[in-house]
C-alpha cells in the first residue's frame, strides 16, 4: 500500500505491505541506516525515533501508523552547520559513544527528554533511556552527556 | 497470498463498522506492542487491522460528575501525565508509570493492556482496586462490565467478536484516600511483573480503617478484589500487625486460586511482603498527599 508521511522535516511516500515495520520502511525501502535494528520486539530501543513528538520503537510500528504523521530519525537530528548537534557533540566529549549501535537511539532519546523537561536531574536521565539498551559504556557517560547539553541549552536561553 | 489490509477510522462508528464487515476477519489495533509481533509472527492472524489508535473520543479522559472516565486508546503516557489521573487515582498513574520503558509507555493503551488480559498486566490491579468499569460497544448494542468481570483468562475477555472497548470510568475515590501500586521485577524497566499489589484505603476520623481495597497482578489468571482480606481491617487501628494478618489472608486466597505451583515458594512471601507494605503506604505515609476527593 501507498504510504504518504513527513520524514524529517521533508514529505515521503513509500510503497509497502501493511505488515511492515517503520524500521524496516526506514532502512530498507529510504536507506536511512541510522536507525538500526536490535531485538526486533520493543525491548532494546536501538530502533527509536520520534513518531508526532514521542519516543516510540520503530520495530513496533506498522508503517501504515504513519500515514499522515511526522517522523524524525537520527537522520533529523544534526547541528546548524550540518555536522553533530550539541547532544551528538557531547556524546562524543564525554566518551558516550564506543560501538554507537545504540547511539542513533540514545540520541533520540535524550532529545525527546529534553523537550519535554529542560532540566532533568540524573534519575529522570536514568528514566528516559531506560528503553534504550547500551552493552558498552555503562551508562554514565550517555547520562553525563545529556545532563550537560541541558545545562548548556539552558544556560543558552538564559542568555538569548 | 494477500496480507492482511489496513484501515484507519476517525470515530468509533466507523471502527465497529471496519470490524463487523461479514466474511472479513478483522482485527483492532492499538498500541501495537504486541499486535505487531503476532502479525510479524502471523500476517495471516486476520484481513485486516483496524487502527483505532488515531481516534479522538478513545483519547479522551475527563470528569463527568464523580467519576473519570478514561477512552480506551489513551496511551500509558497519556494517562499517568493526566492531572486529573494523577489527582483522583495515584494508583493508576503509579501503574502506568511501571510499564515498560518510554517507549512502549508512548505506544501502549490501556484498552490494550486490557484486552491483552495478561495476567502480569499493570494496568489490571489498579483498575480492580478503582472499581473501574468498563465501557464495551458491538453492533448490536453496549453495555458495561466491572474490570475483574471482563477479565475471563489470559487472552480472553468477555468482549464480543467485533466488539470495542472504548472507555473506562471510576467513581472517584472519597476525601482523605490514599492509594499506591507496587510491583516487583526483576529490574527497574521493561521488566514484566514478577507480582504487583494495588491498594487504596482511608481512616475514618478516629484513625480505624473506614474503607480499603486490595487488588493484585501476576498472582492468579482473574482480576478480583481480595475481600476477606479487606473485611478483616474494616473498623479496626491499623497496625504492623493487622496488616500481617491481612497479608496472610491475601496469600492464602491466592493460593486457593492458583493451587501450590511452582512459583509459589516466592509469591506467598512476597505477596505478603507487598500487602504489608501497601498497607502501611495507604494508612501510615505521613506528609503523604491525600487524594483530592469527590
Known amino acids: 500500500m501507498k504510504i504518504d508521511f513527513t520524514l524529517n522535516g521533508a514529505s515521503v511516500s513509500v510503497e509497502a505491505p501493511a505488515s511492515t515495520s517503520l524500521l524496516n520502511v526506514l532502512r530498507d525501502n529510504l536507506g536511512l541506516t541510522g536507525t538500526k535494528q ?52 557531547a556524546f562524543i566529549d564525554c566518551g558516550a559513544v564506543q560501538c554507537g549501535y545504540c547511539t542513533p537511539g540514545m540520541v533520540l532519546a535524550g532529545e525527546a527528554l529534553l523537550a519535554s523537561n529542560p532540566q532533568p536531574s540524573r534519575q529522570q536521565i536514568r528514566e528516559a533511556i531506560a528503553g534504550n539498551l547500551c552493552r558498552c559504556t555503562g551508562y554514565q557517560q550517555i547520562v553525563d552527556a545529556i545532563e550537560a547539553t541541558a545545562r548548556r541549552r539552558r544556560a543558552k536561553v538564559g542568555h538569548d | 497470498m494477500v496480507e492482511f489490509q489496513y484501515v484507519r477510522p476517525n470515530n ?61 486508546a489513551a496511551t500509558f503516557s497519556e494517562v499517568l501525565e493526566n492531572p486529573l489521573v494523577q489527582q483522583t487515582a495515584p494508583l493508576l498513574a503509579q501503574a502506568c ?7 512502549i509507555r508512548n505506544m501502549g493503551t490501556l484498552g490494550g493492556n486490557v484486552c491483552n488480559a495478561a495476567a502480569c498486566a499493570d494496568s489490571l490491579p489498579a483498575l480492580v482496586c478503582l472499581d473501574a468499569l468498563a465501557h464495551v460497544r458491538a453492533a448490536d448494542g453496549e453495555r458495561d462490565w466491572s474490570v475483574s468481570e471482563l477479565i475471563l483468562s489470559p487472552n480472553h475477555t468477555l468482549v464480543p467478536p467485533g466488539g470495542l472497548l472504548v472507555s473506562f470510568r ?12 507496587l510491583k516487583l521485577g526483576r529490574r527497574n524497566a521493561l521488566a514484566i511483573s514478577r507480582l504487583t499489589v494495588a491498594a487504596l484505603g482511608r481512616l475514618d476520623e478516629q484513625g480505624r480503617v473506614a474503607e480499603v481495597r486490595i487488588a493484585a497482578g501476576a498472582a492468579s489468571p482473574r482480576f478480583n478484589r481480595f475481600k476477606a482480606a479487606e473485611d478483616s481491617l474494616i473498623g479496626r487501628l491499623p497496625t504492623a500487625e493487622l496488616y500481617q494478618d491481612a497479608a496472610h489472608r491475601v496469600a492464602e486466597e491466592m493460593i486457593h486460586i492458583t493451587g501450590r505451583r511452582w512459583s509459589t515458594e516466592f509469591k506467598e512471601p512476597a505477596l505478603e511482603a507487598l500487602v504489608c507494605r501497601a498497607l502501611a503506604l495507604v494508612f501510615e505515609t505521613p506528609g503523604s498527599e491525600l487524594q483530592e476527593g469527590a
Not at chain 1, 56 to 72: F, K, W
Not at chain 2, 170 to 181: A, E, H, K
Open chain 2, 97 to 103: 508509570r511501571q510499564v515498560g520503558a518510554v517507549q
Open chain 1, 38 to 89: 536490535g531485538c526486533g520486539i520493543g525491548e532494546c530501543g536501538a530502533c527509536s525515533v520520534l513518531l508526532d513528538g514521542r519516543l516510540v520503537n520503530s520495530c513496533l510500528v506498522l508503517a501504515p501508523q504513519v500515514g499522515g504523521r511526522e517522523v524524525v530519525t537520527i537522520e533529523g537530528v544534526r547541528g546548524l552547520e550540518g555536522g553533530a548537534n550539541d547532544l551528538q557533540q
Open chain 2, 12 to 72: 468509533v462508528d466507523g471502527a465497529l463498522a471496519w470490524l463487523n464487515e461479514p466474511g472479513v476477519k478483522s482485527r483492532p489495533l492499538a498500541g501495537s506492542t504486541d499486535m505487531a509481533i503476532l502479525l510479524r509472527a502471523d500476517p495471516h492472524l486476520c484481513d485486516r487491522v483496524v487502527d483505532i489508535s488515531l481516534i479522538p473520543e478513545l483519547h479522551r479522559i475527563e470528569r463527568r460528575d464523580d467519576q473519570v472516565i478514561i477512552g480506551a
Open chain 2, 170 to 181: 471510576y467513581r472517584i475515590p472519597l476525601p482523605g484516600s490514599r492509594s499506591v501500586f
